[in-house]
């Protein structure tokens, strides 16, 4: 069983009496929304919802490239505004456990879903052993709440994985890609793909791409010759593929949707960086790739929660929602700065569906951090960084140039093992206060939820 240390708990009463202080402060300068969310998140007690928000690979840099661009310097995002911020390590592990300092997001991601580290490539399995670890989301459903993921990746990507399957290697998302999890598979005794897994665990809502992972046919097993789409309608899932199917979803059945063939097409567009630079560009808030049926993110999460908090009406217990922008990540690697920054303007656009919700229910604890850092750095101007950069205009107006040298022009552009921002409201927020482990948000959900 999870338990904070005794060590933990009076660092945590330290830190509590300096933010009531600080909230002090807060309040003598009139801002009393913030001295009443700081007063609640500090106050500990029991969540009857949690809503993670993972930015993936939304390090600072990231945060700070889309505020400035959309909101300005001086401005704030939604992700900005809640009222306890702090700082977690990310680092992967070997198999022996020693630092692997650079994440990936299968590693990560078993960090705040089981508790433990693990080596990069793998999914909510040890490090060393290989062996199966319960997550956040098998615990919740074994305790009675209700479960959901959203995702703008394929649901069958790192992130999402990490809930509701168990691989040795994040490469095995549907029947057909087994090949580095042999001893997973249904023919091994195994239990099968990602996408075999996240449907047999019976989500109640999932929500993002890779239609063509579960399009994939199935080898062995009770649904051996069907699709892992045709497995899910066996177990009762709606599948839905775009705005119209998800909006017209109900309760009481487990959804699963199924909005692209692989990630979901990015909202923004715009030139990639290059070497030497890019012109000063404005980006596009479009993308012709992106067929006008598919949700937003916040639009998918605002679903999520209406559906799960309708399976659980009258029973007492609440849900567990894990939201995540995928794409930060995919257009940093792709060192295109529009791609990413209105991947995080969508994102951020979930957090304020998340923040609301909390407002009107309290008694939901909303989580938001990234898995990782990642590559994009805002340079001067008179800059001639080496690697690829790109000059914006933003929308103040003025010219902002951002680099990605993590790696060879032309190679894809690589994370970083930087700590990275988690902020948080409701109860037990204040567990995010100071430098913590990426594992210790196990421990904060497992206990918001009273989970045993």
Sequence with gaps: MHRPSRRHLTIGTAVVTATAAAVAVTAAAGASDSKTQAENA????????????????????????????????????????FPLTGAYTTYAVHADGTPDYVTDSAASGTGWATGVKTVNGRISKTPDTDKAVPTILEQAQKNGYATGSVTTSELTDATPAVLASHVTDRSCQGPADMAKCP?????????????????????????????????????????????????????????????????????????????????????????????????????????????STTPSLADSATKAIDLLEAKQKGSGKGFFLQIEGASIDKQDHAADPCGQIGETAAFDRAVKVARDYAAKHP??????????????????????????????????????????????????????????????????????????????????????????
């Excluded at 500990?44 to 600072?60: F, R």
């Excluded at 046919?217 to 177990?235: P, S």
């Excluded at 599948?239 to 059945?253: E, F, I, N, P, R």
């Excluded at 199924?258 to 979901?264: E, T």
């Design 183 to 291: 001893t997973d598979t249904i023919a091994k005794g195994g239990p099968g793909s990602i996408a075999e897994q996240s449907v047999s665990h019976k989500v109640d809502v999932l929500i993002g791409g890779g239609k063509q992972r579960f399009d994939q046919k199935i080898t062995d097993g009770a649904y051996k010759g069907q699709t892992v789409t045709e497995q899910a309608q066996k177990l009762g899932y709606q599948v839905v593929t775009d705005s119209a199917g998800l909006k017209s979803a109900k309760a009481g059945k487990p959804v699963l949707g199924l909005l692209s063939s692989g990630n979901v097409p990015t909202e923004w567009t715009g030139k990639a960086a290059a070497v030497g630079g890019t012109d000063p560009q404005r980006c596009l808030t479009s993308n012709p790739n992106r067929p």
């Design 42 to 81: 500090i106050k500990g007690g029991k969540a009857k919802n949690v809503i993670l928000l993972i930015g993936d690979g939304m390090g600072d840099s990231e945060i700070t490239l889309a505020r400035d661009y959309t909101v300005g310097a001086n401005g704030r995002l939604n992700m900005d505004k």
């Design 363 to 452: 008694d939901t604890l909303v989580v938001t951090t990234a898995d990782h850092g990642h590559t994009s750095q805002i340079v001067p101007l008179e800059a001639t960084p080496p690697g690829l950069s790109s000059t914006l205009v933003t929308d103040e107006g003025q010219q902002l140039k951002v680099n990605y040298s993590t790696n060879t022009p032309g190679q894809s552009q690589e994370h970083t093992g930087t700590q990275v921002r988690i902020a948080a409201q409701g109860p037990l927020a204040y567990r995010v206060l100071g430098v913590t482990n990426q594992t210790d948000l196990f421990g904060t959900l497992r206990e918001a939820l009273r989970l045993r």
